[in-house]
C-alpha cells in the first residue's frame, strides 16, 4: 500500500511563491517516479512536475516553465515543488502522484498512486 501526504498548500496574493511537499509511505514498493498534478474546479487534472529516481530527472509542463521548480529525493520518497510569481490561474488543489515505473509522463493515467491533494489558492 502507498500513501501521499501534500503539505504546504495556502492563500497566497499573485506574485507571491509558495513550496509544496510531498512524503510517500511505500512499505513494499518501490517508487521511481513522483509527480505533481493539479485540477481546477470544472477543469481536467494537468500535469505540473515530475522527477524520477534512477536516473534523477525532471520534467516541468512547458507553461509553467521558469515558475515552477521540482525537487526531492525519490529513494527517501519526498519530493518538493516550489513555485514563484503565483497568477490566479494557479489556484487549484495540486495533488502528488507516484508510480513503481521509471516515467516523466504527463497523462495522470500513468500514475497508479495519488495523495488527498492540497489547496492552493492565489488571490488577485
Known amino acids: 500500500q502507498v500513501q501521499l501526504v501534500e503539505t504546504g498548500g495556502d492563500l497566497v496574493q499573485a506574485g507571491g511563491s509558495l513550496r509544496l511537499s510531498c512524503t510517500a509511505s511505500a512499505a513494499r514498493f518501490i517508487i521511481r517516479t513522483m509527480a505533481w498534478f493539479r485540477q481546477a474546479p470544472g477543469k481536467e487534472r494537468e500535469f505540473v512536475a515530475a522527477?524520477?529516481?534512477?536516473?534523477?530527472?525532471?520534467r516541468i509542463a512547458e507553461s509553467l516553465k521558469g515558475r515552477v521548480t521540482i525537487s526531492g529525493n525519490i529513494a527517501k520518497l519526498t519530493v518538493t515543488l516550489q513555485m514563484s510569481s503565483l497568477k490566479p490561474e494557479d489556484t487549484a488543489v495540486y495533488y502528488c502522484?507516484?508510480?513503481?515505473?521509471?516515467?516523466?509522463?504527463?497523462?495522470?493515467?500513468?500514475?497508479?498512486?495519488w495523495g488527498q491533494g492540497t489547496q492552493v489558492t492565489v488571490s488577485s
Open positions: 502522484a507516484a508510480e513503481d515505473y521509471e516515467l516523466l509522463t504527463t497523462d495522470p493515467a500513468d500514475y497508479s498512486y
Open positions: 522527477q524520477s529516481r534512477l536516473r534523477s530527472q525532471s
